[in-house]
Nanobody, 125 residues
């Protein structure tokens, strides 16, 4: 059974940093696309970042480019999201996800078939 567990969320002041982790279990994920999404109160879930195994391609939402960095450690079945220069508008529940088909860019929610429960990130002004 595939399971994704996020950690590292919390409360931080604007301009601060957080590092999210997502540990995957149940099988190996070395050839999957692993991604991060977020959902703010009253808003739809949106793409944040994705790391495709195929070609090592990385995608970011425009809103986080230059501030967030996605990385993965296949040996640990873990994907990370380093978030710097955080803004109040980054406040959301952050979800990691796995696209086992890994045939798309990884920016669409519909591409992903496994999801974690989410971790809350709150950025105060």
């Amino acid at each position: 059974q595939v399971q994704l567990v996020e950690s590292g969320g919390g409360l931080v002041q604007a301009g601060g940093s957080l590092r999210l982790s997502c540990k995957a279990s149940g099988r190996t994920f070395s050839t999957d696309t692993m991604g991060w999404f977020r959902q703010a109160p009253g808003k739809e879930r949106e793409f944040v970042a994705a790391y495709r195994w195929r070609g090592g391609t990385i995608e970011y939402a425009d809103s986080v480019k230059g501030r967030f960095t996605i990385s993965r450690d296949n040996a640990k079945n873990t994907v990370y999201l380093q978030m710097n220069s955080l803004k109040p508008e980054d406040t959301a529940i952050y979800y990691c996800a796995v696209d086992s088909r890994a045939t798309s860019r990884g920016t669409s929610i519909s591409s992903y078939d496994y999801w974690g429960q989410g971790t809350q990130v709150t950025v105060s002004s």
